[in-house]
C-alpha cells in the first residue's frame, strides 16, 4: 500500500506527533510549544485532560481509541478517536496552522502515524511532519525492557534526550549509543527541560520522500550492526553497485509481507541502474512509499543507503535479500 | 459548474424551482442547521461556537450564543418546540426553553458530560428524549421532567452516530464493531447489539417501513429490515467512506428511497423486490467533490445534496438533476428542509447560510395544492 495524497504536501496542515515514557517531559515540551512565540497557531490533542492549558488555545482531549480496519491487519489499524476529533476540528482550519497530538506514555506510536496515511479524510487534509520522541536520561535505563519504550524510540524521527542536566556526561552518552543502535536516522537532539529551538520541532518534513533522508547528513557513511540485545534494532546497507527497481521492488513486497508487524520503519536513497536520479524510499510497517528525486550531483558519492529498524532482524537474511538486488 | 447571476440554474428543459433567496454570515463554517417542527424557527450553528436563531414569524433573530470559541457541531428542537439543543467542542449540554414566536428563549445552565467533544445529539420523533452520545455511553435528557434520565446505554467503544426509529420507540447507537438497538422506554428489554465490521458514520431509520441504514466506514452500507431484528443487507464497494444518508417519506414499490454519499458519488438506492439482489443503485455523478450532506424534501420526491465543491444538487424521485444551486464560492456543509418542503436551508464552510424557497415543478404541482408562501 502506498502512502501518498494527491494533495500537494503544501495544502495540508502539519501534524507533529509526540511519544515518550511516562515523565519524560511531554508536558513540559507541549507548554513550551504553545508559549513560544513561533508565530505558529498550534492546536493540540491531548489525552490526560487538565494538565495542558494555556488561555486561548486550543486544547482538545481525546480518548485513545485503536480501530482495527481491516481483521486486524497491523497497517490498517488507526486511532479512531482521531479521525473524528480531527474532522470536527478541520472545520475550524483558520483558527490554527499546526497540529501537535500528545500520545500516553504507554503508547505504541504507530497507530497514530498510520491514521494519517490509512484515512482518506484525514491524508488528503494534513501530513505528517515529524515524530518527535521524549526519552528521559535520568529514567530510561529502568524502563528499557518495555516493549512501548523501544517502539518510541525506532518510531521517532527527532529524538530529545531530555533532562541531561540530572545525568553525568559519560551516562549521557552511553544512553546515546544505545538510543543510536535503535534508531540511527533520527535527529538527536539533547535538552534540559525539553529546551530545543523549537525549528528543529516543527516543521521538519520528515514524511516528505525528498527530505526523508536529509535530517541527519551522513549518518550512513559506514555501515553498522550494533552490539546491543534490545529486541528492537536497525541494519544499514550501502552499496555502491547500480540496485535493479524490479528486485528490490519484489525483495521488499515479499519482505514487507512476511515480516511487517516487525518491520517499524525503512528509509533508503537508491541508486539505480542506469538512472540519473536518486530513487528515495520509506516504509512504515507494510506502508511503502517511493519515487525518483533528484539527479545526482557532480562530486557525489554514488551509492545506495538503506536503513531498517524493526524487531528481531535477521541481519545476515536481510543483507544477503539486499544484495541479491544488485542490477 | 453551472453558475447565474441570482445564485441559481436550472437544467436545461425544466423551469427553475428556486426563484430568490435569503442568506446570511456568522463568522466561521456552518455545521449544523434546523428547523422546528411547525416551520417557524430556524436554528443555525457554527464551528465558531455561535448559534443563531431564525423566528420567521415575528420576523427577527437572536443570536443566542456568539461570545464563546468552542464549536458547535449538533442542534435540534425537540418535537413539541419546547426545547432547543446544542452540543460541540465545551462537552456541555446547552438547553433552551422557547416560549413561543417573539419571546425570547430562556437558556439552561449548560450541563457538563465530561466526555471531550460531543458531536451526536438527536430529539426522539414525536417525544421528549434526547439522546445524546457521550463517549462510550449514550444518555438520554428527559426534557418532561427536565432531568437525565436514569437508564443509559454504555458501548464498548465511542458513540459515533444515534438515530431514532420513525415511531420514536427505538434508538440505534454505532461504534466501532457494534451496533445496538435499544428501546429506553421498556427499562426491562435490554439492548441488542449486533457485531458489525466497522463502525457506522451515519444511521437513519426510514421514515415509513422499518428499515435501518448505516454508513460505514469501511465503504460498505448496511440495511437492516425490520428496524435491525432481521438479517442486513451489505453493499459494498463505494468509493470512500459512506458519511451521509436521507430516506424519502414517499412509499416505493416496497420500501422508499435511500440515497448515499460517499466522497463525491451520491447514490440512489430502490428496492425493485424481495431477493438478495432486490436492490437497485443508481449513480447520481455530478457533484466534483465530497458531497457533505444529503436530504429529501419532505412529502415531495425531491432530493437536496450538497458538496464541498460549493454546488447543492436538486434531484427528482428517478435521480435526475432539476436544478443546480450556487455557493458564492464557499462548499457547502449542511442542509435542512423547511418540514413544509418548499424551503431549503444550506450552510457554508466559510460561514455562509443560504435559505431558498423551491417551488414546485409543473408535473408535480398539478397533484399539490400548496403554494411557495413563506413564513
Known amino acids: ?327 | 459548474m453551472l453558475v447565474s447571476p441570482e445564485g441559481a440554474a436550472a437544467v436545461k428543459g425544466t423551469a427553475p424551482l428556486v426563484q430568490e433567496r435569503l442568506c446570511g454570515q456568522l463568522q466561521q463554517a456552518i455545521t449544523a442547521l434546523s428547523w422546528s417542527a411547525d416551520g417557524n424557527a430556524l436554528a443555525i450553528a457554527s464551528a465558531g461556537g455561535e448559534l443563531l436563531l431564525l423566528d420567521f414569524r415575528a420576523g427577527c433573530e437572536e443570536l443566542l450564543r456568539g461570545d464563546h470559541d468552542a464549536s458547535l457541531d449538533a442542534i435540534g428542537f425537540s418535537a413539541d418546540g419546547q426545547f432547543l439543543m446544542a452540543v460541540g467542542q465545551a462537552g456541555e449540554l446547552l438547553l433552551w426553553e422557547l416560549g413561543g414566536s417573539g419571546v425570547r428563549p430562556m437558556a439552561f445552565a449548560p450541563l457538563p458530560l465530561g466526555a471531550g467533544w460531543l458531536d451526536a445529539a438527536v430529539w426522539q420523533p414525536a417525544g421528549l428524549l434526547l439522546a445524546v452520545a457521550a463517549g462510550r455511553r449514550v444518555r438520554l435528557w428527559d426534557g418532561a421532567v427536565r432531568q437525565w434520565h436514569p437508564g443509559s446505554l454504555e458501548l464498548p467503544g465511542t458513540a459515533q452516530s444515534l438515530a431514532w426509529s420513525a415511531d420514536g420507540r427505538r434508538l440505534a447507537a454505532s461504534c466501532h464493531g457494534e451496533l445496538a438497538l435499544w428501546n429506553p422506554l421498556d427499562p426491562a428489554a435490554a439492548p441488542r447489539r449486533a457485531p458489525t465490521a466497522s463502525v457506522s458514520l451515519a444511521l437513519a431509520f426510514s421514515p415509513v417501513g422499518h428499515l435501518l441504514a448505516c454508513g460505514q466506514m469501511d465503504r460498505s452500507l448496511l440495511l437492516w429490515p425490520e428496524a435491525g431484528d432481521g438479517r442486513p443487507w451489505q453493499f459494498s464497494g463505494f468509493p470512500a467512506k459512506v458519511r451521509a444518508l436521507a430516506w424519502s417519506d414517499q412509499p416505493g414499490k416496497l420500501a422508499p428511497s435511500l440515497a448515499v454519499a460517499a466522497a463525491d458519488h451520491v447514490v440512489l438506492w430502490q428496492q425493485q423486490d424481495r431477493s438478495e439482489q432486490g436492490w437497485k443503485p443508481e449513480p447520481l455523478l455530478w457533484h466534483e467533490q465530497r458531497v457533505q450532506a444529503l436530504a429529501f424534501a419532505p412529502g415531495r420526491p425531491l432530493l437536496a445534496s450538497a458538496s464541498a465543491d460549493g454546488s447543492v444538487g436538486l434531484w427528482d424521485g428517478r435521480g435526475r438533476l432539476l436544478q443546480a444551486l450556487e455557493g458564492e464560492g464557499q462548499g457547502f456543509q449542511a442542509l435542512a428542509w423547511r418540514p413544509d418542503g418548499l424551503h431549503l436551508a444550506a450552510g457554508g464552510d466559510q460561514g455562509r447560510w443560504w435559505l431558498w424557497p423551491v417551488a414546485v415543478p409543473g408535473r408535480e404541482r398539478q397533484r399539490r395544492s400548496g403554494g411557495a408562501g413563506f413564513g
Open chain 1, 1 to 327: 500500500m502506498a502512502f501518498t495524497s494527491a494533495v500537494p504536501a503544501a495544502d495540508r496542515l502539519p501534524v507533529t506527533v509526540l511519544t515518550g515514557y511516562l515523565g519524560a517531559g511531554k508536558t513540559t515540551l507541549l507548554n513550551r510549544i504553545l508559549t513560544h512565540e513561533h508565530g505558529l497557531k498550534v492546536a493540540v490533542i491531548v489525552n490526560e485532560f487538565g494538565e495542558v492549558g494555556i488561555d486561548n488555545q486550543l486544547v482538545i482531549d481525546a480518548d485513545e481509541e485503536i480501530f482495527e480496519m481491516n481483521n486486524g491487519c497491523i497497517c490498517c489499524t488507526v486511532r479512531g478517536d482521531l479521525i473524528r476529533i480531527i474532522g470536527n476540528l478541520m472545520k475550524r482550519r483558520d483558527r490554527f496552522d499546526h497540529l501537535v497530538i500528545e500520545t500516553t506514555g504507554l503508547a505504541d506510536p504507530a497507530p497514530v502515524i498510520q491514521t494519517f496515511f490509512v484515512d482518506e479524510d484525514l491524508r488528503d487534509e494534513l501530513r505528517l511532519d515529524a515524530v518527535i520522541t521524549l526519552v528521559d536520561l535520568v529514567h530510561v535505563q529502568q524502563h528499557w525492557e518495555a516493549e512501548e519504550v523501544q517502539e518510541q524510540l525506532a518510531f521517532a524521527d527527532v529524538l530529545l534526550l531530555n533532562k541531561a542536566d540530572l545525568v553525568e556526561e559519560a551516562e549521557r552518552q552511553a544512553i546515546e549509543q544505545r538510543v543510536r543502535a535503535i534508531n540511527p536516522m533520527a535527529r538527536l537532539l539533547t535538552t534540559c527541560n525539553a529546551d530545543a529551538p523549537i525549528d528543529q520541532l516543527l516543521g521538519v518534513g520528515a514524511f516528505e520522500l525528498e527530505r526523508a533522508l536529509s535530517l541527519d547528513p551522513g549518518f550512513l557513511i559506514e555501515e553498522h550492526a550494533h552490539e546491543h540485545d534490545d529486541a528492537v534494532g536497525s541494519v544499514a546497507f550501502v552499496e555502491e553497485r547500480p540496485m535493479s527497481l524490479d528486485k528490490l521492488g519484489s525483495w521488499l513486497s515479499d519482505l514487507v509481507a512476511e515480516r511487517g508487524p516487525d518491520l517499524f520503519r525503512m528509509k533508503g536513497i537508491i541508486q539505480l541502474e542506469g538512472k540519473d536520479e536518486r530513487y528515495v524510499f520509506q516504509a512504515v510497517h507494510m506502508l511503502l512509499d517511493g519515487d525518483f528525486d533528484r539527479p545526482w550531483k557532480d562530486g557525489e558519492r554514488r551509492c545506495t543507503e538503506f536503513v531498517i529498524i524493526g524487531r528481531d532482524l535477521d541481519t545476515k537474511g536481510l543483507r544477503s535479500g539486499f544484495n541479491a538486488c544488485v542490477a
